[in-house]
């Protein structure tokens, strides 16, 4: 389910947005299926946060997905944990009952909430109870840190995330050129318009570090 994942690093600072882009690849060529998409953050004294999105994947379909977490200023200074899990959610067998009996079919709809606001809904005919674990990355230590006089990402034009903006970060746009989402959906999508094209790769140009 998890093929690759593209972990943050470098230093943040509260109201910043920690990014880390998962691809996901469904091994069957059976219908649609929901899927949960869970980001845990651990800090040094083993506090967790965790944010989640849920994602409709057809059969043999293979995506990237973003999920973010913006840095609260409580957060306390040192290195961060992060982990990545997939979720069975639905009750349907090789199709995708959420999807089909409780959200008319509508995958946007589904996929605008969050795992957590799936779980307090009642009533729905095609939600697992309790949710079921399917992939889990494992804790990726110390990927960054927060506070502590290091240096911090560069600017939303840092796409990437490894505090330079360059042709790396180009690179990273150009593979998703022409793609598009809500605003701000992905870290490529530069100047949060919802789509990656021309706009975006200017914004990096204005803030190139080399």
Do not use: C
Request: charged content about 20%; aromatic content about 6%; glycine content about 12%.
């Amino acid at each position: 389910m998890i093929t690759a994942t593209d972990w943050p690093s470098g230093e943040y600072q509260a109201g910043q947005q920690v990014s880390v882009t998962v691809t996901l690849r469904r091994g069957d060529s059976y219908a649609a299926e929901a899927i949960g998409l869970k980001l845990r953050i651990r800090d040094e004294s083993g506090g967790i946060d965790e944010v989640s999105q849920i994602v409709v994947l057809g059969g043999m379909e293979t995506r990237q997905v973003t999920l973010q977490w913006t840095v609260p200023v409580s957060a306390s200074s040192g290195s961060y944990d992060l982990e990545v899990s997939t979720w069975d959610l639905d009750t349907g067998y090789h199709t995708s009952n959420l999807l089909n009996n409780d959200f008319n079919g509508n995958e946007a709809t589904l996929e605008a909430i969050t795992m957590a606001e799936l779980e307090a809904m009642s009533g729905l005919s095609g939600k697992r109870d309790p949710f079921v674990p399917l992939d889990n990355t494992g804790w990726n230590n110390s990927s960054f840190t927060i506070g502590g006089g290091g240096s911090q990402p560069t600017s939303s034009s840092d796409v990437n995330g490894d505090n330079a903006v360059n042709v790396l970060d180009m690179i990273m746009v150009g593979q998703r050129w022409g793609q598009t989402g809500p605003a701000g959906w992905v870290a490529e999508d530069v100047n949060e318009d919802g789509a990656v094209n021309v706009l975006d790769t200017i914004l990096i140009g204005q803030n190139w570090t080399g």
